[in-house]
Every structure is written in structure tokens, then in C-alpha cells.
């Protein structure tokens, strides 16, 4: 019975051994939205933020902005948007761009109807911000094709 | 170790004095799973087969997955392994697909290998257990909650070592599809502290490399985010996925077996790693990097404690670990999402730590076996944690938040069990046992067993079994949601059960043996996904049991709503002849099985109806070589996909036929030198998993393309073995 004993405590410590052993690394991924290349972000031009954050804006634009706003996954991937300077690129690269904070607030289609709300909301920033941002005007809309 | 079992036994039963009875119960298997204690088969309270080394090496069979399917009454779903994933196994008609195993319960030596994430378990090359050094494997069909728990819901898969000998083998396998394994073993008898000691190890490395398979073409359409044609691979502009694969279909494993006693005490560690190419995701076609990498260890040890001629106790003690990464590469925009990243991954991984100590006593009241009872206490410790992840391929970085995340969570279990045994008398023998387990998540599970059996006359036994068994939702279910798509289950998820009664007729006649039974199985709770309605999606939103909707996009949440109800046949035969010159064997179960879910009734996806196997083998005699040959049958069955793909037509798998010659024998002229050659050829060239990224019917894609399956392939093994003194 002693050696049992002895047993049973060496069977202990090597079980416990055994059970610290290394492993994959399960830490969720942290994610920062990341700026996308292109000079400076107009965003940082008071008048520029002020009018594609709508007090400046027109009343086309509060429009779609108050149609987003009613849309919980559009308010979100709008505002993410803006922040990443999406606005700023070429009108081709919007979607794209817009895509990460689209998958944020959970949007994943394209013919998901807060993806026609976010972007009737960014031709109107777009259009009506364009003097105040610099924005290049889009001829052909910048939703998806 | 089975003739010693044997033996035991034979010297405990007082009816077989007569030489012509000894020879009978010597010829006889020897179990230990059904009841954790040496018995006949016959006896054993469930249907339960045992395939012998002799059986696996006759054979050519080298697997878990062979040694069911050729020798046993339950069935793996053949060719799985060419989907990508791995072989899955089922019972009575009843095969789970998608379920990585968690409803068949696989030990090493009475030690449980299912980890407690999402409880899979692995039956083919993956699994990496040396045959070599397997004594014997017992395959058990039917609920075996009753003594070991959570996953024993198909069946029980126990497999026994080779009590140490001494002497070393080196071993070298290869063969077609290319296939190359490696082994090297070594066993060592010795006195130890002024006791009996042995040591036993074998490393093994298996490689397989293709074979190349021609897959699709699959037209992906238009991807919807960029309006270009969906890359099937980076720089694509066919939006084709196909082609011949001859980089992705691949797997590594390494593992080693070792086994250590000295006296009453036993130690065994175990580990494998797992690389296994994915050549038939969704993913890229053909990309090297979409893989599966999972790494297992598992320690034993255990002492026997002689008390008294009355009680045995047994301590033993465990700790596992496990991991898994899965890999996907993807060159759709529309699912990497992120702009500058052309080719991203999709990485799942998980872990599972688990340890614990399992406390056994039995009493055997009259000395004599005739009146055992047996109770254990398991305490186990689990920890469990996994998590999604998005990265861009070239710079690792994570473009979203980990999604599908189980924080890393440790939870603490307990089983405790008593099984009571009584013969009263030489021709009834009853076997009444429970387990209740309990798990934080959900109340505690009871599961009975009661069996009586009869032996009416010379060598029938008839068994009538009634036993229930569960399956404890892993934490992947209980506990993951998804963006959009899948919310938490609300109030956790209740075990899956199942009840099962069956009558076995047992009959032996010298050394022939023959069974047949009848079944009937109900399984509830069992876990399936449910689409969300409005008031429902709305409750997940507010409970933050998921992140976010989409108007268009169903909300599924994972529930107990689904049922199988299942009935049928199964029979065996199985003899040795012409002193043990000759054996044969077949087994065949017939069942129907319907899966209720949402009030709709339909057959199982992958589960045969009907299957079988048969086997000769005839020894030559002398230095000659035994010639062996053996078929495995199943019929066809709907694909994975069939009911929910909307494929036109709907995919089913055709029958298929595998036949298998063997021969094996020593090398003429070379002491010491052995071989197996074996071919196999199969009569189907396709299985019943969808592949590829085209799982939903298409306008340009309304048919399904099914995994295919190598139809011949051969090995030839040579083991060297290296004989010590005695």
C-alpha cells in the first residue's frame, strides 16, 4: 500500500503536468479600423466634419441620414465608414473600403437594404459635401455594380 | 491477454470442467468495455464484436475506420476522408454527419480520447494509433452511457494493447493512393523495485502525398460585391473552381504509443499531430495552405489495489490536451471583405484541456463472480476556449473581430455509476447499472442499463437489453453565435438522449458463433439549427445573444428539436475451422431510421440502410502465406446535402461494394522478416458529401458534385521484428 501511495502521488504530479501543456492561442483578435492610404484625411477639416456629420448639410442628405439612422446595421457601418475615411476614395474603391464596417454591424449582403440606404446617404455626403471635403464628385453613384 | 482472459473465466465457471467445454470457452472472445470487467462476448450486456491483431493483420486492415467496416456491425461512411474532413461513424442506421465523431465514444485501454469542445473523436489514419500495437479492438453498438458518460450514444470503440513482451520492430509501409508509413517499436520485460515491469513504445509517422484529384469545374458566378467573376483562386478572373488538385490533398501524422507496468500499476501516454490538406472546401481551389492541424496528448495511469478476495479498487488518473486550427484560404471579395487584401484565411481554432481521477471498487459478494458489484466516481476538470478569425493572407493581421468566440472557460464534471451483477443461477444472469452525470451547464443525467440474459441451452444465450445513453453539448454549441447569422442558444442546450431496447440471440456451436438482434431506438433532444422567426430574432437581439441581423438573412439558432426514431436487424457469423486454418465472418444490419425536425419527417443524410461485411482467411500452413479476403457493403444514401441543397438531382451516393485481398506471411529466406500485400477496389467512384463552394444549387450550378473516391488502392508492409530472450 505504501508503494500505491507513492504511485498515486507521482500519477498526481505527472497528470498535472500533462494538463499544463502548451496550446493555441484562443485570445480574440483585436481589430482597429484601418486608415486607408490616400494624404489627409478632409475629416479633419472642421467644415468638412461638420457637413458629413449633417449640421451642415442639406435636407436631401438629413433625409437619408435620418433613413440610415432608422437602421441600426446602417447607422452603425455609416458612422464606421466615415471614420475610416471611405468617403475620401475614389468612388470605385467606396465599396471596398466600406466593406469591414459593413461586416461589423453585421451586413452580409449586398442586397441587404442598409446597403442601399448607406449608400444613397454617401452619394448625398458625396455630393453635398463636395466643396466643403474636396470630395471628388461621382458620375455613376459608388454603390456596388 | 485475451487467451489469459479466457482462461480466468473458464476456471470461474464451474460447468466447464469437460475438456470439450474449455476448448469451446477458450475459443470464445473476451471483452472488457461492456462491463469494465472480462467477459465472453455472449454474455456481454450489449452487442459488442472484437477484432483481433490476427483479424487486423490477416486483413490488411490498419484503421479504426477499416476495422469497423470490415469486421464489425457498425459502419464508417467510406471515402469521407477525400471531402476534406474525416471518416464518421455510425450505428443501426443511424449516422450523424457534420458531427466529428461526438456520438461514438473511442478509448485506448478504457481511456476516453473524445475531447470535450466539441467531443469529436478521430477513426481513420488521423487517429495515428500503431496497429502494431494493438491486441485487440472492441467495437460496441448501442448506448454505453451507462459506465463511461457523455459521446457513448452510437457506440463504444475500446482499444487494447499489447501486453509488452520483448523484442523491437522496425516497420515499413507504402502503397497507392501514395501513402508511406514509418514505424519503430520497441518492448521490454524486467524486474523493477523487486517487481514484474514491462515497457513498450512504438513512434509511427505516416505521410500521405495525393492523390491528385480532378475536381469540379464549379462556376462561383459573379462575385456580389465586386460584380467580376468570384475568384476561385488569387488573380482568378474565370470565377471557375476546379481543376486537377495536386497540392492540397495531403496528410501528416506522427504519433507515439507508449505503455509502462510495474506490478498492479499501468501508465500509457499517447499523442498524435494531425495535418491533413483540404482539397474540397469552400475555399480556394487547391490551396496547400487550407488545412487542418489538431495535436492530441494523453496520459494515463493506474493502479490495481488488491483489498481482499472480496475487493479490488482501482484508482486511475488522467489528463489530456488537445487542439485544433483549421485553415481556409479565400479569394472571394465578397468574403474577405477588406480592401488591399486579395487572398484572406479563415481560422478556427479551439483547445481542450481535460484532467481527472476515476475511483473503482468491486465487490464480488460470493467470491465466485456470481454476484459483482462495481461503482466508480469520475471528478474531471475540463478546459475549453475557441475562437473564428479573418486575416489577410500575406500579413496575418485580422481584418474583424474574432467571431464565434468561447472565451477560455473551465468547467468541472462528475459521473458516478454502480452496475450490479447476479447469477443466480448457471442459466440467468442479470446486469443492472445507472450513471448520473452532471455538468454546470445543465440539470443532472441519469442513464440506466438493464439486461437479463439466459442460457436455454448448450451454448444459446439470449439477451434482452434495455439502455439509455446522452451526448453533453460542447461548448462550440452551447456557447457561439456568429455576426448575422447564428445566436446564442437561449437557456443553454438540454444532453442529447437516447433509449434503446434489443433482443440478441447468442448461439455457439464449437467454434462457429452466431447473433442476431432486433433493435428499436429513440433518440431526442437532439441538437439541430432552427430558423429564427421575427418576435424570436428580436429576443437574440435584446439578449445580445447575437451581434447584429440583416433584414434579409435568416437567424438560425441552434435547439433540441430534432428526433430519430430507428429499427432493425443485425446479424453475425463468425467461425474458425480446420484448426484455426480457416476463418470467416459476416455481419450485416438492416434499419430504418427517420429524423423528425420542425414537424418534418425524412430520412438521414449519409446513413446507409443496409451494409455489411464478410471475411475469409485461409493459413497456407508452415512458412506459407495466409491469403485473406474481405468485402464491405453499403447501400446508397442520400448525400449530405440532399434535402437542403436544392440540387437538381438530388445528390444521392451510389451503392458501393469494397473488396479487399490480403496476403500474409513471412519473407522466404529472411528470418524474422514479415509482409502484407493487399489491394482494394471499390465499385463506386463517388461519395455522398458535396464539395466544394457550390453546397447551394445555382442558376449556373443546379446539380451537386460529390467526393470522389479512389477506387483502387494498395499497400505492401514489411515488419521487421527483433526477438529478445523470452
Redesign the interface.
Known sequence: ?T??RT??A???S??????A?A?????????EQRA?DGGANPLTDQACLLCVRLEESTEECRAARADCDE???CD?AMTCAIERGCLSQPAS?I???A??C?????????????VTNAFILIDCLRQGCQEECGFTPSEEGSG?? | MGLIAALAIATSVRSAAAQDDLDELLSEEVVTTASKSSETTSDAPAVSTSVSAATLRRHGLRTLEDAVNFASLAVSSPGSNTHGAFPELGSRGVLLTGDTGNHFLVMIDGHMLNEPYRGSARFGREAGIPVEMIDHIEVIVGPGSVLYGSNAILGVINVITKRPENGARLVLEGGYPPTLRGGVGAEKTFRL?GDDASLSLQLDYFLREGPDLELGPQNLGVD????EPTRAFPGDTTGIWGGTATRSNYQRVPSALLRFS??D?E?RLFGRINESGSPATQGDFDAADSRIVERQ?A?D?S?R?VVSSLMELN?R?????Y???ERERVSR??RC????VETCEFET???S???G?ELRASVDWLEDGDLVTLVGVIPQ?EVV???Q?RLDADTRA?????EG????TTDTVLGAYIQQTWRPTDWLGFNAGGRIDTDPRFDPVFTPRLAVATNPWDGGTIKLIYAEAFRAPGRFETDVSQ???LARPRGGLDPERTRSIELVLDQRVSRHRAVAGVFANVWEDLVASKVLNAEERALAVDEQRI???????PVEELENVAKIESAGVNTGYEAELLDKQLTLGVNLTAALARKEVGGESRELTVAPRLFGNTRVAYALGDELPTLALAGFFVDERPANRAFDGGFTPRPEAPPQLELRANVSGDVPGVSQLRYRLSGTYRTASEGPYVLGPIQNATAVAPSAELNPIAQVETFLALEYVFQGEP
Open positions: 500500500m508503494r500505491a504511485v498515486s507521482v500519477m498526481v505527472l497528470c498535472v503536468f500533462a494538463a501543456e496550446c493555441r492561442d484562443i485570445e480574440p483578435a483585436t481589430y486607408i437602421q441600426e446595421s452603425f474603391d465599396a471596398l473600403c466593406i469591414p459593413a461586416a461589423d454591424a453585421g451586413i452580409l449582403s449586398a442586397e441587404d437594404p442598409a456596388p455594380q | 523495485l456580389r460585391i465586386s460584380g510495474l506490478g500499476f501508465a496528448i496520459l495511469l493502479q489495489i484508482v488518473a488522467y489528463a489530456d490536451g487542439d485544433y486550427l471579395v465578397e471583405l477588406e480592401i488591399g481554432a479551439s483547445i484541456r481535460w484532467a481521477l476538470v476556449g475557441g475562437k478569425d485580422s481584418t474583424q473581430r474574432s468566440v468561447v472565451e477560455e455576426v448575422g447569422r451581434q447584429g441581423t440583416l433584414p434579409n438573412t
